[in-house]
């Protein structure tokens, strides 16, 4: 496959390296998901030269096959089978495939996963009946299940403002990179699972990034670039909360050189 990946234009190249590169990279990290005592990860990874696609999975919250993807690896998988089936996004497809794929009758249904709730449990001292084996359902997703169970439109969750948003995107923007119209449709995507305005307004924001690597390969700057769209009067997407994803942007900018680890302790909540 990797040979003919090469063998395509480069953007269409760097579309399939986006999906692809993000699903492999989500399973890769899965055995160490939500691992939030820091003292537990520095345990886990001190001196090793390799930590992804771990064996046996650490994760205090699920177990699942090393080399599965995570309820974000499968968001994104469900997202592009949908694009396929519907030659580009289909809305009311969309939402058919997501209740499927996560829904009552699928592997995903579970009663200790069901009564967590984002918020109130303790991420750190993870509840004794944890792990679950099998996958995760996010905030967002059962949040989705409940409304559409209910007849409620929209059926995306108001209040989850999870990463979510920024992974099922992904074969969004590859599809409609240089569309005028692909801010529009990832907003439609992301709005499916989560309507929380900072959801959508991040998502938008990861969206303007990754255009820019899909168009260009190696852009310059492009988180700059990211704030400079939000920041514009020409933004052609506008949403109210652009100028605190901006600012959120600039912070990153200004620890660029600062190593990961540092950053988020020193910079950034640590959640």
Request: charged share 25%.
């Amino acid at each position: 496959m990797a040979s003919q990946v090469l063998e395509l234009p480069p953007v269409m190249s760097r579309k399939v390296a986006a999906v692809v590169g993000a699903c492999v990279a989500d399973a890769a990290a899965q055995p160490l998901h939500w691992i939030y005592r820091k003292s537990l990860m520095e345990s886990l990874t001190a001196n090793k030269e390799e930590i992804e696609f771990r064996v046996p999975s650490a994760n205090p919250f699920y177990r699942l096959e090393t080399g599965r993807n995570s309820s974000y690896g499968d968001q994104a998988y469900v997202m592009l089978k949908s694009l396929v089936d519907s030659n580009g996004l289909n809305v009311s497809h969309l939402k058919g495939a997501i209740y499927t794929f996560f829904g009552p009758d699928s592997e995903y249904e579970n009663a200790e996963n069901g009564a967590y709730r984002v918020g109130k449990e303790d991420k750190i001292n993870v509840k004794k009946t944890l792990p679950i084996l099998g996958p995760w359902r996010s905030n967002s997703m059962r949040e989705f299940l409940k409304n559409v169970l209910a007849n409620k439109e929209p059926p995306g969750s108001a209040n989850d403002d999870q990463i979510d948003c920024a992974i099922r995107i992904i074969p969004l923007v590859a599809l409609y990179a240089g569309h005028r119209d692909m801010l529009k449709k990832v907003e439609e995507g992301i709005r499916i699972l989560q309507e929380s305005d900072m959801a959508v307004a991040s998502g938008l924001a990861a969206a303007r990034v990754l255009e820019q690597f899909i168009l260009h390969g190696n852009p310059d700057n492009p988180l700059q670039k990211t704030v400079d769209d939000l920041s514009s009067l020409a933004n052609t997407n506008p949403q109210e909360l652009d100028k605190a994803v901006a600012g959120q942007i600039r912070q990153v900018i200004r620890v660029a050189s600062t190593p990961h680890e540092v950053a988020v302790d020193k910079y950034f909540k640590n959640n």
